[in-house]
């Protein structure tokens, strides 16, 4: 049985789902019916396969490349997703809780695996957690998903990845090396070697055990940048590392990322991912 994690606003404590008989219930403002996690009924949905709410396919990243069959961006976001809200298409199913894939900006090239060229349609190639990949939609969408899910009973979930970061390409470089390893590749036979390790090659592994602290990696600084938001990004890194007294490891800015779409959106809250791959204390 996978592991979900879920951080509930109303109690203001983390949550995993088990067999324990300890239930934990939070109320929704807008419905009187108490809500248990242990008893949610749970809609898994892949964000670029469900429903495409734009009238129109856009490139985004000058993602342009020919990809293999169905490894490519289809079109599917948080529109079409709100949209099916509205038609009570969740409703009509006695849905109360919808996980996402993971939104956040993917990679902007494409790599063989072995099928031919692939995106990050699935969203598990995480470029940068601070923002939305616009192939997904924005975060005014995401604030109004929540709302219009809330207003009908219903949590979201967001997919937590915090065990690696997208494949390198030669657009999307590599994150610095005291923040990732890029090797050896996971062997599964000792706790090591399932945890500081590559999953597969190519897929920087983030070192969420070192007790290091790590500089911001240039290319962010860089993209930040450009998009006129460095300042406030350092501020709220800077309130949020004052604030819990935390060290500036590489698990903890990303912690922080993450649990900004808790504080700013209200989402209800994470699966996580790729949990044995991880020590315990991430979690």
């Known amino acids: 049985m996978k592991k979900i994690l879920f951080y509930t606003l109303f109690s203001m ?13 939070t109320m929704n403002p807008s419905s009187k019916t108490p809500f248990v996690w242990e008893g949610a009924n749970l809609y898994f949905l892949l964000t ?17 490349k020919t990809a293999g069959k169905l490894r490519g961006f289809e079109g599917g976001n948080i529109k079409g997703i709100i949209q099916k809200i509205d038609d009570g298409y969740f409703e009509k199913l006695g849905i109360n809780a919808i996980w996402l894939t993971p939104i956040v900006e993917q990679i902007h090239d494409g790599v063989d695996e072995g099928t031919g060229l692939s995106y990050g349609f699935h969203g598990y190639w995480a470029r940068d957690w601070t923002a939305l990949d616009p192939n997904f939609g924005t975060k005014e969408d995401l604030a109004q998903l929540v709302q219009k899910a809330h207003a009908k009973g219903i949590r979201i979930v967001l997919d937590g990845v915090i065990n690696h970061t997208g494949p390198v390409t030669a657009i999307d470089s590599v994150w610095p090396n005291d923040w990732v390893r890029t090797g050896p590749q996971c062997d599964y036979k000792t706790f090591k070697n399932t945890t500081a390790c590559t999953l597969v090659a190519n897929l920087p592994d983030v070192k969420t055990e070192s007790t290091e602290e790590v500089a911001l990696p240039p290319f962010l600084i860089e993209k930040w940048k450009k998009e006129g938001r460095y300042e406030k990004e350092v501020a709220s890194l800077d309130a949020f590392f004052k604030r819990t007294g935390y060290p500036r490891t590489p698990k903890n800015y990303i912690i922080k990322w993450l649990t900004d779409y808790i504080s700013e959106f209200g989402i209800d809250g994470y699966r ?4 044995k791959h991880t020590e315990e204390g991430v979690w």
Do not use: P, Q
């Open 13 to 25: 404590t983390l949550v995993f789902t088990s067999c324990s008989s300890t239930k934990k219930t």
């Open 48 to 64: 670029d396969r469900f429903k495409d709410g734009n009238d129109k396919k856009e490139i985004y990243f000058d993602r342009t």
């Open 272 to 275: 996580a991912d790729t949990v």
